[in-house]
């Protein structure tokens, strides 16, 4: 198998305008595109807008976030908000319950076991 180079900004490009017409809609915004599977973890860049859930949700195995554009606030049970703004990482812990929000459309890259959805 040949593996072949991806203009990450296109992809940025894709997934924004993908977000975008959700966005235009009316509503919150959770699109991504599949970059693939390497050593049991399937990655991808996602869009996100508003907030991804009503309340926390448990995460099943560890992600890795990394925000290309925007910044987003996460939530823990312990009521703490953290800010992960573009350029920064973090891992959202398997086993533990967060609430992902979105106060911009934000393209960020994610990270997480292979299967997962």
């Not at 599949?34 to 996100?48: E, N, P, T, Y």
């Not at 959202?92 to 997480?112: D, M, N, S, W």
């Amino acid at each position: 198998m040949q593996l072949k180079v991806t203009d990450v900004e296109q992809l940025k490009k894709k997934v924004r305008k993908l977000a975008a017409g959700q966005v235009l809609a009316g509503g919150g915004a959770d699109v991504c595109l599949d970059l693939g599977q390497v050593a049991g973890c399937r990655a991808r860049i996602s869009a996100g807008y508003g907030p991804l859930s009503e309340g926390l949700q448990s995460v099943p195995h560890d992600r890795l976030i990394w925000i290309l554009d925007g910044h987003v606030d996460v939530h823990d049970k312990a009521g703490q908000v953290t800010l992960v703004s573009q350029g920064e990482s973090t891992v959202l812990l398997g086993g533990t319950a967060y609430r992902l929000v979105f106060p911009q459309l934000t393209i960020y890259l994610l990270v997480q076991a292979q299967g997962e959805e």
